[in-house]
């Protein structure tokens, strides 16, 4: 499936709540949402598959909570 303009909004939301789930810290749940705004800004174009975005953003938001898996 293809990115469409709403999917913006989506991850950006999943991102902070993977954050929420992974720390209380709010200067770090701040820090992940940057990083996954400018994750976005690189990888998020309109002939890109929504899942591979996704896949890379969450990986460089992860790495900057020090959690492989908030969902644990």
Known sequence: MKVDARCIECLLSRVRYEAKLST?????????????????????????????VATLVHREVYEVLGDSDPYK
Do not use: V
């Open 24 to 52: 209380g810290d709010e200067e770090k749940i701040m820090k992940a949402c940057l990083t996954g705004l400018r994750a976005m800004c690189n990888y998020f174009r309109p002939d890109e598959c929504s899942g591979r």
